[in-house]
Nanobody, 120 residues
Framework: QVQLVESGGGLVQAGGSLRLSCAAS????????MGWFRQAPGKEREFVAA????????YYGDSVKGRFTISRDNAKNMMYLQINSLKPDDTAVYYC?????????????WGQGTQVTVST
């Protein structure tokens, strides 16, 4: 069982930046693809970014390309999401997920989420 804990969310003004972190309990973290997803009120959960196991290939949702950067540190069992040029539409609960397959886009395990609120 993989346990995931997100942190780093908060209230930020439009145009600002945040760095989200995801700490994983699993000692073989490097074997999982990892991903970030978000869910805004009244909307379905949306894919944000993913990073594959082994080679660390990255994938991004269209709405965040060029503004968000996903990374991972396998030695620390950590994943990160650098968010720049925040927009009010980025307001959501952000979840990290661990995927037993390669890509990180279809998680088997989820964290509890961290709230990001962007003010105008």
């Amino acid at each position: 069982q993989v346990q995931l804990v997100e942190s780093g969310g908060g209230l930020v003004q439009a145009g600002g930046s945040l760095r989200l972190s995801c700490a994983a309990s699993e000692r073989i973290f490097s074997s999982y693809g990892m991903g970030w997803f978000r869910q805004a009120p009244g909307k379905e959960r949306e894919f944000v970014a993913a990073i594959s196991r082994i080679v660390g290939s990255t994938y991004y949702g269209d709405s965040v390309k060029g503004r968000f950067t996903i990374s991972r540190d396998n030695a620390k069992n950590m994943m990160y999401l650098q968010i720049n040029s925040l927009k009010p539409d980025d307001t959501a609960v952000y979840y990290c997920g661990a995927d037993r397959s390669y890509s990180g886009r279809n998680p088997d395990y989820w964290g509890q989420g961290t709230q990001v609120t962007v003010s105008t």
